[in-house]
């Protein structure tokens, strides 16, 4: 048996020794926070005037938890003697958490920027069903949508697509309304 | 433990009772110190965590005693197949011998529940008395997992008597005294080699003799790297998996209270006890309590130091452990300190 | 037969990496006529052999190709999954296959195949070898007695595909619970997941006459 | 231990079922006494996760051992074939939950030969440092992991502390810390963030630490040692004949590693790289290989960071994939070992079949083979050496 050689056994000693003493790295969660990184999958934001009811995220979701219904209407022309627009209205927007595998692929494949990843996490619910968040809940998520963060050297500009448009997520102008 | 009941002439059944209350009050507080300082505290930072904050408000001193609650509110749940009778006493047998424990240990020249003649031994013979309920607890609650562990305690704790009896004989040899008491005065009244300025703390001779009891009371109270009878990754929880609530309860007082005894033995036998060298009469039973608080902590820690950081020896091992390596050593020990006492 | 393969295959027209054709060479000599056909999937040789000949083969991999390491044994149902239910039509989340049942590399004699595939680690090649399997009654020989480790590959695909392997020690239930009944992996078990709940995908949006609506099709319904 | 029951002894001419009922007789006419069958999991602490190991026991040595799986099997197999190349990204990352990253490499990469498509540099360095971030990841939490096993409590705290430096960076550049869901077919979907290489330099000098700290602890700790050499032994041959994989087949002196030796894949033939092997087979010698792993992953990741090239992160591929007619086999070395995927596309969206080979699934099935003959403690050793998450078992 390999035994009797103390110094294995003495620097073990000396290793947990040293981390007591060298202070602890827990975060006390409610009373001190970490900021998870601007890029952090959390829970998905929705930009309720960019949608235009087009049910892509609907469709390419993996999981079908996006909820989606919506109806036509007849708005009146923006100029004097335009065409009458025929709008697509959000009746229903729901995504349910409890199915959601946060992939993002809804937020990648929203053609007008409706749709925004934020790094808010503190929404945990009692009951299961309370996890179904609706187009109001959704909505608010808005506010914690973080600007679009600078790339690491060498990266390529990002072009004007989408990039730059979630850099203005928070903007209130509607940047390609609900027109169709 | 004032010393009141010394000051003031009562009846010995006055006396009885209030030593009663006495040891049946220290125990559970030794378990709750030991464990928030070590369990909670120690082992926290060493896992650079920092343990529980809140419940007390200063550093969660309150957690366990919160958590004492609980159990207490538990239902008492009771396997299927269990013998509810055996099952139901088992706890309250390991408890029981961590009490007896504590009736010989002195914390001044007066203040000691019972100061007998053959303090050692009977210390070293109840202690050991938990085998018997942790075998009950294993065998009682009809599951494998328990047995395992049971029959690893009961095999383990034999095998490690011997080096434990064994460690403190030198001791005894070398004090002239199986007494606690005599013990610690031969301890605080000793010279080394003419000067008295601390006392003679037998550590100094019998270095081997407390290393011995260290490696085996850590066998004994079944802490890594000896604590295969409720190996966590391997048995759950061994002998224990079955108890919940208060008798779960029992089982942690019993393990940090049996700690708390023998940390203050190791500091009685090795390290002069309540024994402050020019300390005597009142004052030493004044001081005695946080001296021999402060000497047990230091020995608690290194046990539990060691408990955090070693992983845990196989059964096998450990046998081997016992019987190749610690019994001869101590009993070279044994042989070495009487040629001395003989010699000089 | 060979000759349609090649086709589908498609690389076989290109050369034949030079390890690959090491590997055919030896696996011919010791095989012979066994080998039905061969293909080459991006530097891998892929071969199927007779179903008698299955365990022979793998011991020519272990044996003359040094391929000591089994890698996996699984099946492959080449029956077009059948589009059923109210909602398959309008499902266009789930990919669209061919209707017609077309067989990959180095060809197939009907709907069930085994595939498995070997290894060298000291050469650094590997080998995919394909046997047909009856359909009425899949059965093949058990590769165990030379890949101990095809135990469990070989009851996992006895679970999923219902090919019974001669020569198994146990076959039994790997994942799904002993009294589980169907064969999940065959085309024609449908997901319950995708039966049981309507699409969320239909547009739910009351068109204007006349109007396409949000009905624009990204593609995917071509097929 | 009677010699006809010493692990690593190889032994393919007997039957299994015959070698266990003899090693059985032989124990019971040495000892008389009767065996008891143990149920460890599927809820225990040894087999992190739902595992179900059935061992019968004669006294606290194992006859025979059976695993049982499929406590968390997700039928991935089944549900590829109904969804698109871009939505199973998604799923493969589940697979072996704790190198999620480096389980989409195999499945993108498949799809991209199949299409002829190749990603950009930059977009390939990108992801061999994420895939090594996320061996590191898998390995920190084992090298913890291990010593919690064997009874050492507090290394498996210091595993997950040093692990979050890494999950951390995983989740700034990819949003996912768990699930990245970052590789796209023909390239990522992201670019790095700014300051990004800085901090990871940072983290992996502290992993680098924190593997000194392992090594202090458990490596040169002589218990350690006691409870780990000599068990568990894996002969190369047995375990190549099981398809056992990555680090534990390189723990039997197997000099193999799919980055160097398979086909060249991500920037794996342009950095350099140590593989290590150690010749015991044991789970001693399994540990130190993936403590040395862990290591050299580190070092990687900063000879990465060095030489990490300027360009643009995705190839121009079509806005719906849609993949040509055809067959690929594509391997990786991933942290439990080989991941390969057998795709076969019909020229859809999605793909036909693919069979989804992962490490754990092999490396676990030796166990019966394995266990005969040890004892219940090193039955958990052996478990926790030989590392394997559950979803890389029943995926």
Same mark, same amino acid.
């Given at each position: 048996?390999?035994?009797?050689?103390?110094?294995?056994?003495?620097? =073990?000693?000396?290793?947990?020794?040293?981390?007591?003493?060298?202070?602890?790295?827990?975060?006390?969660?409610?009373?001190?926070?970490?900021?998870?990184?601007?890029?952090?999958?959390?829970?998905?934001?929705?930009?309720?005037?960019?949608?235009?009811?087009?049910?892509?995220?609907?469709?390419?979701?993996?999981?079908?938890?996006?909820?989606?219904?919506?109806?036509?209407?007849?708005?009146?022309?923006?100029?004097?003697?335009?065409?009458?627009?025929?709008?697509?209205?959000?009746?229903?927007?729901?995504?349910?958490?409890?199915?959601?595998?946060?992939?993002?692929?809804?937020?990648?494949?929203?053609?007008?920027?409706?749709?925004?990843?934020?790094?808010?996490?503190?929404?945990?619910?009692?009951?299961?069903?309370?996890?179904?968040?609706?187009?109001?809940?959704?909505?608010?998520?808005?506010?914690?949508?973080?600007?679009?963060?600078?790339?690491?050297?060498?990266?390529?500009?990002?072009?004007?697509?989408?990039?730059?448009?979630?850099?203005?997520?928070?903007?209130?102008?509607?940047?390609?309304?609900?027109?169709? | 433990?004032?010393?009141?009941?010394?000051?003031?002439?009562?009846?010995?059944?006055?006396?009885?009772?209030?030593?009663?209350?006495?040891?049946?009050?220290?125990?559970?507080?030794?378990?709750?110190?030991? =464990?928030?300082?070590?369990?909670?505290?120690?082992?926290?930072?060493?896992?650079?965590?920092?343990?529980?904050?809140?419940?007390?408000?200063?550093?969660?001193?309150?957690?366990?005693?919160?958590?004492?609650?609980?159990?207490?509110?538990?239902?008492?749940?009771?396997?299927?197949?269990?013998?509810?009778?055996?099952?139901?006493?088992?706890?309250?047998?390991?408890?029981?011998?961590?009490?007896?424990?504590?009736?010989?240990?002195?914390?001044?020249?007066?203040?000691?529940?019972?100061?007998?003649?053959?303090?050692?031994?009977?210390?070293?013979?109840?202690?050991?008395?938990?085998?018997?309920?942790?075998?009950?607890?294993?065998?009682?609650?009809?599951?494998?997992?328990?047995?395992?562990?049971?029959?690893?305690?009961?095999?383990?704790?034999?095998?490690?008597?011997?080096?434990?009896?064994?460690?403190?004989?030198?001791?005894?040899?070398?004090?002239?005294?199986?007494?606690?008491?005599?013990?610690?005065?031969?301890?605080?009244?000793? #010279?080394?080699?003419?000067?008295?300025?601390?006392?003679?703390?037998?550590?100094?001779?019998?270095?081997?003799?407390? =290393?011995?009891?260290?490696?085996?009371?850590?066998?004994?109270?079944?802490?890594?790297?000896?604590?295969?009878?409720?190996?966590?990754?391997?048995?759950?929880?061994?002998?224990?998996?079955?108890?919940?609530?208060?008798?779960?309860?029992?089982?942690?007082?019993?393990?940090?209270?049996?700690?708390?005894?023998?940390?203050?033995?190791?500091?009685?036998?090795?390290?002069?006890?309540?024994?402050?060298?020019?300390?005597?009469?009142?004052?030493?039973?004044?001081?005695?309590?946080?001296?021999?608080?402060?000497?047990?902590?230091?020995?608690?820690?290194?046990?539990?130091?060691?408990?955090?950081?070693?992983?845990?020896?196989?059964?096998?091992?450990?046998?081997?452990?016992?019987?190749?390596?610690?019994?001869?050593?101590?009993?070279?020990?044994?042989?070495?300190?009487?040629?001395?006492?003989?010699?000089? | 037969?060979?000759?349609?393969?090649?086709?589908?295959?498609?690389?076989?027209?290109?050369?034949?990496?030079?390890?690959?054709?090491?590997?055919?060479?030896?696996?011919?000599?010791?095989?012979?006529?066994?080998?039905?056909?061969?293909?080459?999937?991006?530097?891998?040789?892929?071969?199927?052999?007779?179903?008698?000949?299955?365990?022979? #083969?793998?011991?020519?991999?272990?044996?003359?190709? #040094?391929?000591?390491?089994?890698?996996?044994?699984?099946?492959?149902?080449?029956?077009?999954?059948?589009?059923?239910?109210?909602?398959?039509?309008?499902?266009?989340?789930?990919?669209?296959?061919?209707?017609?049942?077309?067989?990959?590399?180095?060809?197939?004699?009907?709907?069930?195949?085994?595939?498995?595939?070997?290894?060298?680690?000291?050469?650094?090649?590997?080998?995919?070898?394909?046997?047909?399997?009856?359909?009425?009654?899949?059965?093949?020989?058990?590769?165990?007695?030379?890949?101990?480790?095809?135990?469990?590959?070989?009851?996992?695909?006895?679970?999923?595909?219902?090919?019974?392997?001669?020569?198994?020690?146990?076959?039994?239930?790997?994942?799904?619970?002993?009294?589980?009944?169907?064969?999940?992996?065959?085309?024609?078990?449908?997901?319950?997941?995708?039966?049981?709940?309507?699409?969320?995908?239909?547009?739910?949006?009351?068109?204007?006459?006349?109007?396409?609506?949000?009905?624009?099709?990204?593609?995917?319904?071509?097929? | 231990?009677?010699?006809?029951?010493?692990?690593?002894?190889?032994?393919?001419?007997?039957?299994?079922?015959?070698?266990?009922?003899?090693?059985?007789?032989?124990?019971?006419?040495?000892?008389?006494?009767?065996?008891?069958?143990?149920?460890?999991?599927?809820?225990?602490?040894?087999?992190?996760?739902?595992?179900?190991?059935?061992?019968?026991?004669?006294?606290?040595?194992?006859?025979?051992?059976?695993?049982?799986?499929?406590?968390?099997?997700?039928?991935?197999?089944?549900?590829?074939?109904?969804?698109?190349?871009?939505?199973?990204?998604?799923?493969?990352?589940?697979?072996?939950? $704790?190198?999620?990253?480096?389980?989409?490499?195999?499945?993108?990469?498949?799809?991209?030969?199949?299409?002829?498509?190749?990603?950009?540099?930059?977009?390939?360095?990108?992801?061999?440092?994420?895939?090594?971030?996320?061996?590191?990841?898998?390995?920190?939490?084992?090298?913890?992991?291990?010593?919690?096993?064997?009874?050492? $409590?507090?290394?498996?705290?210091?595993?997950?502390?040093?692990?979050?430096?890494?999950?951390?960076?995983?989740?700034?550049?990819?949003?996912?810390?768990?699930?990245?869901?970052?590789?796209?077919?023909?390239?990522?979907?992201?670019?790095?963030?700014?300051?990004?290489?800085?901090?990871?330099?940072?983290?992996?000098?502290?992993?680098?630490?924190?593997?000194?700290?392992?090594?202090?602890?458990?490596?040169?700790?002589?218990?350690?040692?006691?409870?780990?050499?000599?068990?568990?032994?894996?002969?190369?041959?047995?375990?190549?004949?099981?398809?056992?994989?990555?680090?534990?087949?390189?723990?039997?002196?197997?000099?193999?590693?799919?980055?160097?030796? =398979?086909?060249?894949?991500?920037?794996?033939?342009?950095?350099?790289?140590?593989?290590?092997?150690?010749?015991?087979?044991?789970?001693?010698?399994?540990?130190?290989?993936?403590?040395?792993?862990?290591?050299?992953?580190?070092?990687?990741?900063?000879?990465?960071?060095?030489?990490?090239?300027?360009?643009?992160?995705?190839?121009?591929?079509?806005?719906?994939?849609?993949?040509?007619?055809?067959?690929?086999?594509?391997?990786?070395?991933?942290?439990?070992?080989?991941?390969?995927?057998?795709?076969?596309?019909?020229?859809?969206?999605?793909?036909?079949?693919?069979?989804?080979?992962?490490?754990?699934?092999?490396?676990?099935?030796?166990?019966?083979?394995?266990?005969?003959?040890?004892?219940?403690?090193?039955?958990?050793?052996?478990?926790?050496?030989?590392?394997?998450?559950?979803?890389?078992?029943?995926?």
């Amino acid at each position: 048996m390999p035994r009797g050689k103390l110094p294995g056994l003495v620097e =073990g000693l000396g290793v947990t020794l040293r981390t007591m003493l060298q202070g602890a790295v827990t975060v006390q969660y409610p009373h001190e926070r970490e900021d998870p990184a601007p890029r952090a999958r959390g829970v998905i934001a929705l930009k309720e005037e960019n949608c235009t009811v087009c049910m892509l995220c609907a469709r390419k979701c993996p999981d079908w938890c996006i909820y989606i219904e919506g109806h036509k209407e007849q708005r009146p022309p923006r100029r004097e003697g335009g065409r009458v627009r025929n709008v697509s209205v959000l009746d229903r927007f729901d995504i349910d958490y409890a199915l959601c595998m946060y992939c993002g692929i809804c937020v990648e494949v929203c053609p007008f920027d409706a749709l925004f990843w934020s790094p808010e996490y503190e929404y945990c619910e009692p009951s299961i069903a309370n996890l179904l968040h609706d187009r109001v809940r959704l909505g608010e998520w808005m506010r914690t949508v973080p600007e679009q963060e600078p790339l690491e050297a060498g990266a390529e500009a990002p072009d004007a697509g989408k990039a730059k448009a979630k850099g203005r997520a928070r903007s209130a102008t509607p940047r390609r309304g609900g027109d169709t | 433990m004032s010393a009141l009941h010394l000051a003031v002439d009562v009846g010995w059944g006055w006396t009885l009772a209030l030593k009663t209350v006495v040891v049946l009050a220290v125990v559970p507080l030794a378990a709750l110190v030991l =464990g928030y300082t070590f369990l909670l505290k120690m082992m926290s930072h060493m896992q650079s965590r920092l343990g529980p904050m809140d419940p007390g408000g200063f550093h969660g001193w309150f957690q366990l005693v919160g958590d004492g609650i609980k159990f207490l509110q538990k239902e008492d749940v009771m396997p299927l197949h269990a013998d509810r009778r055996v099952f139901a006493i088992a706890p309250a047998v390991v408890v029981v011998s961590t009490f007896l424990v504590f009736v010989v240990i002195p914390t001044g020249p007066k203040l000691v529940v019972e100061s007998l003649d053959v303090g050692v031994f009977y210390a070293l013979a109840v202690s050991s008395l938990s085998v018997v309920g942790v075998l009950m607890a294993g065998w009682a609650s009809a599951n494998k997992f328990a047995l395992l562990g049971a029959l690893r305690a009961a095999a383990q704790l034999i095998a490690y008597e011997l080096p434990l009896l064994l460690a403190v004989v030198g001791v005894v040899v070398q004090a002239g005294t199986m007494n606690l008491q005599g013990i610690v005065h031969a301890q605080q009244d000793g #010279a080394i080699f003419g000067w008295g300025g601390i006392g003679f703390p037998f550590v100094l001779t019998q270095f081997i003799g407390l =290393g011995l009891f260290l490696v085996a009371s850590q066998a004994e109270l079944t802490q890594t790297p000896f604590d295969m009878p409720v190996a966590e990754s391997e048995l759950v929880a061994g002998y224990m998996v079955e108890y919940t609530g208060f008798r779960f309860l029992f089982f942690f007082i019993a393990e940090f209270g049996t700690a708390f005894a023998f940390a203050a033995l190791a500091a009685t036998l090795f390290l002069g006890g309540w024994a402050v060298p020019w300390v005597h009469g009142t004052a030493a039973d004044v001081l005695g309590v946080p001296v021999l608080f402060a000497k047990l902590m230091l020995v608690a820690f290194v046990m539990f130091w060691v408990r955090f950081t070693y992983p845990r020896l196989r059964e096998d091992q450990l046998q081997a452990l016992a019987w190749k390596v610690l019994i001869p050593i101590g009993l070279a020990n044994v042989v070495v300190t009487g040629i001395f006492k003989v010699a000089f | 037969m060979a000759d349609d393969e090649q086709q589908v295959g498609g690389e076989t027209a290109e050369p034949l990496d030079p390890v690959v054709e090491t590997l055919l060479e030896r696996l011919y000599e010791e095989l012979g006529d066994a080998v039905i056909d061969r293909a080459q999937m991006f530097g891998t040789p892929i071969v199927r052999v007779r179903a008698e000949a299955w365990r022979r #083969a793998a011991e020519v991999a272990k044996t003359a190709l #040094a391929c000591d390491y089994l890698s996996y044994v699984s099946g492959i149902d080449w029956q077009p999954a059948p589009r059923e239910g109210a909602a398959a039509g309008a499902d266009t989340s789930s990919p669209v296959q061919p209707t017609d049942m077309t067989f990959g590399l180095a060809g197939s004699a009907g709907r069930f195949q085994l595939v498995a595939h070997v290894q060298s680690t000291t050469r650094h090649w590997g080998i995919t070898m394909k046997t047909d399997v009856d359909e009425a009654q899949p059965r093949a020989l058990s590769w165990v007695p030379v890949y101990p480790g095809a135990e469990w590959h070989e009851r996992e695909c006895w679970e999923m595909f219902g090919i019974t392997f001669d020569g198994h020690p146990a076959l039994r239930h790997l994942y799904l619970p002993s009294e589980f009944e169907g064969h999940p992996l065959r085309k024609d078990f449908p997901l319950l997941a995708r039966v049981v709940k309507p699409w969320p995908g239909l547009v739910d949006v009351e068109s204007m006459p006349g109007d396409a609506g949000g009905d624009a099709s990204d593609g995917e319904s071509e097929a | 231990m009677s010699s006809t029951d010493t692990p690593g002894l190889p032994r393919f001419d007997v039957e299994p079922g015959a070698l266990r009922h003899l090693a059985e007789a032989q124990m019971n006419v040495e000892l008389d006494t009767g065996d008891m069958i143990l149920n460890l999991g599927p809820q225990h602490p040894a087999t992190h996760g739902t595992l179900r190991l059935v061992v019968r026991l004669d006294g606290e040595r194992v006859i025979a051992a059976d695993p049982v799986v499929g406590y968390m099997h997700r039928g991935y197999e089944k549900l590829t074939e109904f969804r698109t190349y871009p939505q199973i990204t998604t799923l493969v990352n589940r697979i072996d939950w $704790l190198s999620s990253f480096a389980n989409e490499v195999p499945f993108v990469h498949a799809a991209e030969l199949l299409m002829g498509v190749e990603a950009p540099p930059r977009a390939r360095w990108i992801r061999t440092i994420l895939t090594e971030l996320s061996r590191i990841a898998t390995f920190y939490l084992f090298l913890g992991e291990m010593g919690l096993q064997v009874g050492a $409590l507090t290394p498996a705290f210091w595993g997950f502390r040093d692990r979050e430096h890494v999950l951390n960076l995983i989740e700034a550049a990819t949003g996912g810390r768990f699930h990245p869901n970052f590789n796209r077919i023909g390239g990522l979907k992201d670019d790095l963030p700014r300051g990004w290489a800085a901090e990871t330099r940072r983290a992996m000098q502290a992993i680098l630490d924190g593997c000194d700290d392992f090594e202090s602890i458990l490596v040169g700790n002589e218990i350690f040692e006691a409870r780990t050499r000599g068990i568990g032994i894996i002969p190369s041959d047995v375990g190549a004949s099981y398809g056992v994989s990555g680090s534990n087949l390189r723990a039997s002196g197997v000099d193999w590693d799919l980055r160097r030796d =398979g086909r060249p894949y991500l920037a794996y033939p342009e950095i350099e790289f140590a593989v290590c092997t150690h010749t015991d087979g044991d789970a001693f010698a399994r540990y130190w290989v993936r403590l040395q792993e862990t290591r050299e992953s580190a070092r990687m990741v900063l000879r990465l960071l060095d030489g990490l090239p300027a360009g643009p992160i995705m190839a121009k591929v079509p806005r719906v994939i849609k993949v040509p007619e055809g067959e690929a086999w594509v391997e990786t070395e991933n942290p439990l070992g080989q991941m390969g995927y057998y795709v076969v596309s019909k020229g859809a969206t999605g793909p036909f079949r693919v069979k989804i080979r992962s490490a754990s699934f092999s490396n676990v099935s030796i166990l019966p083979w394995l266990l005969r003959g040890a004892y219940v403690p090193d039955v958990v050793a052996i478990l926790a050496s030989l590392y394997f998450i559950l979803g890389d078992i029943d995926r």
